[in-house]
C-alpha cells in the first residue's frame, strides 16, 4: 500500500509536467496545425540559457525567468522565421522542418556547451515528506504542481475570459473569417507559438532537476511521453492534454515502479497504440481521425 | 447620392486561372446593389476581391473617394467594409456570444452595437451561450449577419444570404436590409441566386455570367431581362 501511494503521488508529480509540455504542443498544433517536434530541443536551450545565467549570478531565480523568457523569444523567432514559411499543402512539410530544427538546436547546444551531463539544480529540497513511514511528496514536487497548476489556469483565464484568447481562438478556428473581422492573425499565430515554447521552457526547468542533467538530448524522452499524453488527450483538447499527462505519468510511474524501469517506454506505446485503435481522435478529440 | 464604392476594370483569379474580367460596378451610398448570375459565375470572387482576400491582377477599387489597393484584409472592417462569405463563415466551435464579440473586437466599445444586434435578432439573445454548431441555417445567417453589424459598417459585402433557408427565413432577412438601408443608410452589395428575392429589394442589379457583368439596368429592366417577366 505504501509504495502503491507513492508511485501514485510520483507519477502524478511526472505528470504534471508532461501535462505542461502536452499543453505547449497542443497550443502550437492548435494554432498551427504543426506538431512541434522541435519543442524538446527548443526547451533545452532554453534551460541551458537559463542554468547558464544562474551558475553566473549565483540566482537559480533569476536563470529560472531568463529561461522563460528564452522560451518567449525562441517561440517567437521560430514562428517567423522558420515556421511561417513552411508549405502547408502537406502536413509532413511542418514535420521534417521540425525534425530539422531539432538537430541543428541539438548540434549548436553541443558545440557550446559539450555533450557531457551537467548539473540541473533544482530550488527546492527534492527529499520527500513521509507521513506514517510513506514517502510522499518533496518541496521541489509541490513546487512543481503549483508551476503546472498557475500555468494551466492563466492559459484557461486568457483563452475564455480575454479578447485576445477569443482571437486567438478565432484565428486558429477560421482564419480567413477572422481576418474580415479584422483580427491580426499572424500576429495570433506568433503569439501562439510564443507562449507554447514558454510554457515548454517551464516544463523543461521542471523535469531537468528529475533527469540526469542537463544534455542536449535530456528532453528527447519527456517529448515521446508528452507527445503521447497531447495525442491521447485529442491532440486539440488542452483540457486532454492535462488528462493525458496525468494518465502518462501515473502510467509510467506504476509500471516502472511494479515491472521495471526497461518496460516503461514500452507501456506508453502501448497506451498509444491502445487509444489510437480505440478512439483515433483521442479521448477528448473531437475529430474522428486526423492525418497526421 | 455619390458612389461610395466604384470598381473600374477589375480583374482577378486564382492562381493562372482568371476569373474576373474587366469588371465595371458603381454602388451609390445608401442603396442596395443586388449582383445575381449562376453557380460559378465570379459572384463570390468578386466580393473576396473587393475584400482583399483574392489580389486583383488589374483595375481599381475605389471606395469612399480612396483607392483600396495595398490595403490589408484585416484594415478592411476598420473602413467600415464588413463581408458576410459564402456558407455565412459563423464560427462554430465559439459560442454566439463570442462569434457576436469578435465583429466589434476591433473598436473600443462595442458594447452599444452589440446589445443593438441583441435587440434585432431575437433568438440569438436567448442562445447567447451555445456554440455555432449547435444553431439553424436561418440562426446562422442572423449571427453572421448581426457579427457583421456590431462593426457599425458603411458598405456590407453579403454572400448569398439565402443559400439553404427557408423562404419565408430568406424574406425576413431581406426585409431587414431594406430596413437597415432606410434608417441606417447602410449600403449593401448583395450577391444572390435567388433574383427574385434580391430585386425584390434591390435598388439596381447587375448580372454577371462567367466573369463579367452582363448588364446594369434599374431593376423593372433587370427583371424583365433575367427573369422573364
Known amino acids: ?292 | 447620392m455619390s458612389a461610395l464604392l466604384e470598381v473600374e476594370g477589375l480583374s482577378a483569379g486564382y492562381g493562372g486561372a482568371a476569373v474576373l474580367h474587366e469588371v465595371d460596378l458603381k454602388v451609390e451610398e445608401g442603396s442596395i446593389v443586388a449582383v445575381l448570375g449562376a453557380n460559378g459565375a465570379g459572384k463570390t470572387t468578386l466580393l473576396r476581391t473587393l475584400s482583399g482576400l483574392v489580389r486583383p491582377t488589374a483595375g481599381r477599387i475605389v471606395y469612399d473617394g480612396q483607392d483600396l489597393r495595398g490595403t490589408r484584409v484585416e484594415q478592411m472592417v476598420r473602413r467600415g467594409i464588413a463581408h458576410v462569405p459564402e456558407g455565412r463563415g459563423v464560427v462554430t466551435e465559439l459560442t454566439v456570444d463570442e462569434n457576436l464579440r469578435l465583429g466589434g473586437l476591433w473598436r473600443r466599445d462595442a458594447k452599444g452595437p452589440l446589445q443593438e444586434v441583441y435587440d434585432l435578432f431575437e433568438p440569438l439573445a436567448r442562445r447567447k451561450r451555445q456554440p455555432g454548431h449547435q444553431l439553424s441555417g436561418g440562426e446562422r445567417q442572423m449571427l453572421a449577419l448581426g457579427r457583421a453589424l456590431v462593426g457599425r459598417p458603411r458598405l456590407l459585402l453579403l454572400d448569398e444570404p439565402s443559400l439553404g433557408l427557408a423562404p419565408k427565413v430568406t424574406a425576413q432577412i431581406m426585409a431587414l436590409l431594406r430596413t437597415l438601408r432606410d434608417s441606417t443608410g447602410l449600403t449593401v452589395l448583395l450577391v444572390e441566386q435567388n433574383a427574385r428575392s434580391a430585386l425584390s429589394i434591390a435598388d439596381a442589379g447587375v448580372v454577371m455570367t462567367l466573369g463579367r457583368l452582363a448588364s446594369i439596368a434599374a431593376d423593372a429592366d433587370l427583371r424583365h431581362a433575367y427573369l422573364g417577366f
Open chain 1, 1 to 292: 500500500m505504501g509504495r502503491f501511494v507513492f508511485l501514485t503521488f510520483d507519477g502524478l508529480t511526472r505528470g504534471a509536467v508532461y501535462a505542461a509540455f502536452a499543453l505547449a504542443l497542443v497550443l502550437i498544433w492548435r494554432a498551427a496545425r504543426i506538431v512541434n517536434f522541435a519543442q524538446g530541443a527548443m526547451a533545452v536551450a532554453t534551460a541551458y540559457a537559463g542554468y547558464s545565467v544562474a551558475t553566473a549570478t549565483g540566482s537559480y531565480w533569476l536563470g529560472f525567468a531568463v529561461a522563460l523568457v528564452a522560451g518567449l523569444v525562441l517561440g517567437a523567432l521560430v514562428e517567423r522565421v522558420v515556421m511561417r514559411f513552411v508549405d502547408h499543402s502537406s502536413p509532413l512539410n511542418g514535420v521534417v522542418v521540425a525534425l530539422g530544427l531539432v538537430l541543428i538546436i541539438q548540434a549548436v547546444l553541443g558545440m557550446i556547451y559539450g555533450n557531457a551531463y551537467r548539473p540541473a539544480a533544482a530550488p527546492f529540497s527534492r527529499e520527500a515528506f513521509t507521513v506514517g513511514g510513506i514517502a510522499l511528496l518533496s518541496r521541489f514536487d509541490l513546487f512543481v504542481f503549483a508551476s503546472v497548476a498557475v500555468v494551466v489556469a492563466l492559459l484557461v483565464l486568457l483563452f475564455t475570459r480575454t479578447d485576445v484568447g477569443l482571437r486567438m481562438r478565432a484565428a486558429a478556428f477560421a482564419p480567413d473569417v477572422s481576418r474580415l473581422l479584422g483580427v491580426n492573425v499572424g500576429g495570433m499565430l506568433t503569439l501562439g507559438w510564443t507562449l507554447a515554447a514558454a510554457v515548454g521552457s517551464l516544463a523543461g526547468m521542471l523535469v531537468l532537476p528529475t533527469e540526469l542533467g542537463l544534455n542536449p538530448n535530456a528532453m528527447d524522452i519527456v517529448f515521446v511521453s508528452s507527445f503521447t499524453a497531447a495525442v491521447v488527450g485529442g491532440l486539440d483538447s488542452p483540457v486532454g492534454a492535462v488528462v493525458g499527462g496525468l494518465i502518462v505519468g501515473l502510467l509510467l510511474s506504476y509500471v516502472s515502479g511494479y515491472l521495471g524501469a526497461t518496460v516503461a517506454p514500452m507501456a506508453v506505446l502501448v497506451l498509444l497504440v491502445v487509444v489510437l485503435l480505440g478512439r483515433p481522435g483521442g479521448l477528448f478529440g473531437r475529430t474522428a481521425a486526423r492525418a497526421a
